[in-house]
């Protein structure tokens, strides 16, 4: 099917496509409804008729372009920040870290530096720890990694490590209780592509105190604005529920 | 308490869309139309007003609908617009008599050439500012005075109204033919080339010299005032705030100290510098403009404007197809280290301000084996950089208020690598306005002030949120040696285009107070 639309030049009606394949009509249309469900093929809204699909050219190429990724957060990033007056970051694995791919200011008006570009541990940030839950295929296993130790409360064990990640699959985030930087502590949830793939973290930042509640469990009222710009970008990145 | 927020309509070239804010400034909604684009012939280009007027009849229920709010929720509403498109349309029945004609339409060519060998120039840059160009309102409101049947007669005996988009839009919400008020923003009347800059009336002489019957005029009015009340879309709600983009972008940017200028990176990119209470004179090409009136005295500005900035970025990925996304481009331009020694002058369509060189046309300098797709990628975007630089220099030089920092907005404000280039080559922190939806913002700002919203401009200043900030980092001798590599470049740009094809492609000559 997926050639023969390749190799047409032109969108192809169902009746082609049946024809062409010697397939019943029936069985011809469930193939392409398939297809089309999810974005190999598009249908031409006017003519009903059939081509190869824009999400095709995405398979066998290496995920998404950190850039395209920022640009279509941006927005999303920014509210996140202006919600909840903390600093906002998108991280992707590389190698045996996160990079930080976009960061926006705590609009606080105190003085911050841009970490744009710059690659954080992935045991010791709630980014890092996010993709090692929700991207265990792109990242390396905790068993791999060199578990530094930063902070005090830094978890430089596997056990440990593989506990918090466990937790963070059931709760559908991860987080960092001043694990990098002393006082600093963060939250981070997966941003997901098309078939559901992990391909990215967004998380907040800021004081601990204010991030977590006295249980240390991570302020309702945060989670719901992480979770909402989460699947607000992820749905521009092509998820579907 | 039900939560009440400011809406704006940011009446764009390509889309209408309409944004609510809360108090602290933060969109809480937005909803989009984007309108169809006419181009009848080579160097027209034309919009619809009533499908424009369509789309803002849906895009504020929308928004309304998306924030759960309703019309009694909107403390006031504010317009920022396109500026220098024109549009005439019939008083007693609301419609308008031709499509409107937008900023980027040359066919008023002629008429400014006319202007420039009867020796109107100087009268002209004497009493508006502005020398005459074809990107001006005035000269297309007399092509339509004289290309429409009737459209004279009928603006004599009062029954046709001339008007730039926010003029089209408060004569719509305020009751169109029933009891529609006729206003235009200070801001969009200080491009026509009709409005005296120093009074900010419409002045006779310059009336007279276009030819254009006073009736149909419009009446100037500040930026934040309540110019009616909307009787529909939003019934009841104070129609209060209007300005041109770029001016609202400034406010939105909260530019309210003279010295301070934002940077808008879009297709093109707009500098707009407060220079308080003083007209600039500009020997560099700038255009000096009326920055905003929210008080009881003008605060004016100097602009500059660079043409390809966004659009250079697409036709790299369009025309030469070496990317597949505008973002990507920051990809490529990250595997190589340096340009290479790689200059691209898009001088497309002639070079803008300062330099003004309409002849001038796209070069390519540097080229070696050694220069690959990520070196170009580099040149693109240092081509940004470089005429922001220029803009610049000729804002310092023309204002004597030296610019220490830039705010910067805008869809191009996504690339990091191109916003540290700036930061780099002007020698000052650029920083990135949180929400980077200064125009909207800035609407909804005056809107918000002339109802008493926001008390005051501390007040708008403390809403002013960093995003992001660049530093400069770039070595001092390696700027300056970069600066004169494309200085080098540009020289390599001029005199291209021959004399014939200057006219047809290209501005005759530059908006602004050059002699």
Known sequence: MLRLLGSAGRPL????????????RPTAHGIVRTLREVGF???????????????????????WDRHDLRARAMNWADSLAGSTGCAVYLGVPAGAAVSLVHHVFRPDGSPQRLRTNSEHPLHATALGKCLLAFAPTATPAPRELDLERYTGRTCVTVAGLEAHLASARKRGCATDVGEFEPGIGGAAVPLRSAGGLAVGALGVAGPIEQLFGSGGEPRPRFLAELFGAAREISAALGATW | MTERVIAAIDQGTTS???????????????????????????????HDAEEIWRNVTRVVPAALQQAGLHPENIAALGIANQRETTLVWDRRTGTPLARAITWQDTRTDGIVVQLAGDGQAPLFAEISGLAPATYFAGPRLRWLLDSLPGAREGAEAGDVLFGTMESWLIWRLTGGPDGGRHVTDVTNASRTMLMDIRSLEWSPDLVEVLGVPHRMLPEIRPNAEVYGTATTVLPGVPVAGALGDQHAALVGQTCFAPGEAKCTYGT?????MNTGPRIAESTHGLIPTVGYLLGDAPVYALEGSIAMTGSLVQWFRDALGMISTAAQIETLAGTVPDNGGCYIVPAFSGLYAPRWHPEARGVMVGLT???????????????TGWQTREVVDAMNADSGLPVTRLKVDGGMTANHLLMQFVADVLGVPVERLLGSEAVSLGAAYAAGLAVGYWADLEVLRGNWHRAAAWEPAMDAELRRAEHENWGRAVNRSYGWARPAEVGRRAPTRGPGTRP
Do not use: K
Not at chain 1, 17 to 24: R, T, V
Not at chain 1, 51 to 57: M, V
Not at chain 2, 25 to 43: D, K, L, S, T
């Open chain 1, 13 to 24: 009606a169902l009746g082609e496509l049946a024809a062409a394949l010697d397939l019943p």
């Open chain 1, 41 to 63: 093929v598009d249908q031409d809204v006017a003519s009903s008729c059939y081509r190869i699909g824009s999400r095709l050219h995405r398979l066998g190429t290496a995920g």
């Open chain 2, 16 to 46: 209408t869309r309409c944004l609510l804010f809360n108090r602290s400034g933060r969109m809480v909604a937005v909803a989009q139309r984007e309108h169809r684009q006419y181009y009848p012939r080579p160097g027209w280009v034309e």
């Open chain 2, 268 to 272: 093109g990119a707009f500098l707009l």
């Open chain 2, 369 to 383: 084996s050694y220069i690959n797709r990520g070196h170009l990628a580099r040149a693109v975007l240092e081509a």
